[in-house]
């Protein structure tokens, strides 16, 4: 069974503080993706990476970055909390050379800017 | 432009009957389909999906979904709805026609409510 975990269900954090988000997967997938989930607007891509340090922007960028150093891991990263960026965050990953496979996802991250 | 449509927010059902959630889409090629379940604070869960051949498909917990290429839809159904159903339930297409076509397009979603 394929594994993605996000390295924390729950954070809660301070306006201006940088936030790191990590995602791990475990099934050797090409992508990975970063989505936001926010009641009424669905699932919002944020950014999504199809191989190491390679990343292509997704709907929602603007005050977030990305890192993929390694094929594993892929982190988002949140340069100066906003309190408009309190949201559940959602990490996916897919396997590239099976497009017929779905993208697998973490649990979530709840997280709260005060 | 590629879309995803589920045109109802909220599905209600009375336990032992049947359900549908509705989707529609509108790509430029031929599509992958798929549908995810998400229960209150977790991931989505993928269900099934539909790539090629038989137009309707089985997937997991008893639920199966019809591709109907004219109509352009792609409809969960289940024969016997139970209260654990209950969810919000998400409709995406992969259009590998598309420049970018790692992604996924998503609808909005749709929360079902069974009802005992």
């Known amino acids: 069974d394929v594994k993605v975990t996000q390295s924390s269900r729950y954070l809660v954090k301070r306006t201006g503080e940088k936030v790191f988000l990590e995602c791990v997967q475990d099934?050797?997938?090409?992508?990975m993706f970063w989505y936001r989930q926010d009641p009424g607007l669905g699932l919002r891509l944020i950014y999504f990476s199809y191989d190491v340090k390679m990343k292509e922007k997704g709907d929602i960028p603007e005050g977030y970055s990305v890192s993929r150093e390694k094929k594993e891991r892929f982190s988002l990263i949140l340069e100066s909390a906003s309190t408009n960026q309190t949201s559940m965050y959602l990490c996916a990953s897919s396997p590239e050379r099976q497009r017929n496979q779905p993208q697998h996802f973490g649990d979530g991250t709840r997280l709260s800017i005060l | 432009a590629q879309s995803v449509a589920q045109p109802e927010d909220q599905v209600n059902v009375a336990e032992g009957n049947p359900l549908t959630v509705k989707c529609t889409y509108s790509v430029s090629g031929n599509p992958y389909l798929f549908w995810y379940v998400q229960y209150p604070n977790r991931g989505l869960q993928f269900l099934l999906k539909?790539?090629?051949?038989d137009n309707l498909v089985k997937g997991s917990y008893g639920f199966e979904a019809e591709f109907n290429k004219s109509q352009t839809s792609f409809h969960l159904k289940k024969p016997s709805a139970l209260v654990s159903d209950s969810a919000l339930y998400f409709c995406?297409?992969?259009?590998?026609?598309?420049?970018?076509?790692?992604?996924?397009?998503w609808g909005l979603g749709t929360s079902l409510a069974v009802n005992p």
């Open positions: 995406a297409v992969r259009d590998l026609w598309a420049g970018n076509n790692r992604k996924l397009i």
């Open positions: 099934m050797d997938h090409e992508n």
């Open positions: 539909y790539i090629t051949g």
